[in-house]
């Protein structure tokens, strides 16, 4: 692996010179705050545990604050933009600060929501400054769609993180926190102060870690089946599960059939169930007619 040059990463300086060469200001619209700290953005790959062997994959890299760390540490970067004008110049900006790793990077120019497939290698590792409008959605459809991601750390704004890393009986315990366990060990892997981002941003955040479960939810009902249960018992979350899920079975008493089957007490509620309790219930259930199975 070559040796990137000292000066390599961005510091606040370097983003700002970029971003006014370019005539970028950063947009609420897209949720960008580019990180403009070289110490932060090492503390995130060294959190990731990137290994030399991995294939990285960055959604949102913005100006390469972190693209460039990641390449000091990775065997291979793919990066997601969907910005026109971030897009365009980020290769330009990796064969200038790193010419030694250049062939190493490549560019995905498009929504990561829409991405179904990347140059080279699958990805074993995702790690990205998630903007955070869209940092839910993003991580579920990248996890679904490249299985070889085995490690995953995203920084997410604070209130985000603890939602993904909540266990079962947590007041913030949703609908993030069930499918990413569907998926995936959940933890939250520390805080990132306001300082370190351009524009700083009004609240704080944190970063997550996720690991790719060893063995899948052992169930016969499918992911969307499963996620089907799972927004339909947090849509109403004071209710219980009798009454929430009366729509997604039907009717209450087909909820209720569902439930006993399942072994779950009709009269509980979606934030005390674990992701296995989810899958049991949506094997329970009884063919409804012209209803469908639901959507992520």
Known sequence: MSSPTPDALLGPADVRELAAA???RPTK?????????ANTVRRIVRTAGVRPEDVVVEVGPGLGSLTLALL???DRVTAVEIDDVLAA????TIAARMPGRADRFALVHSDALHVTELPGPAPTALVANLPYNVAVPVLLHMLDTFPGIERT??????????????APGSKVYGVP???ANWYAEVKRAGAIGRNVFWPAPNVDSGLVSLVRRAEPVKTTATRREVFAVV?????????????ALAGWAGSAAAAEAALVAAGVSPQARGESLTVEEFARIA???QPVENKESGNQ
């Open 177 to 179: 926190s069930v499918k």
């Open 283 to 285: 094997e329970h259930r």
């Open 89 to 92: 110049a980020l290769p330009a």
């Open 29 to 37: 619209q897209r949720g960008q705050n580019f990180v403009i700290d």
């Open 72 to 74: 000091e540490a990775a």
């Open 22 to 24: 370019l005539g970028v």
């Open 153 to 166: 750390l995203v920084m997410v704004q604070s209130e985000v993180a603890d939602r993904l890393a909540a």
């Open 231 to 243: 927004d339909a018992a947090f849509a109403q979350r004071r209710k219980t599960l009798r009454a």
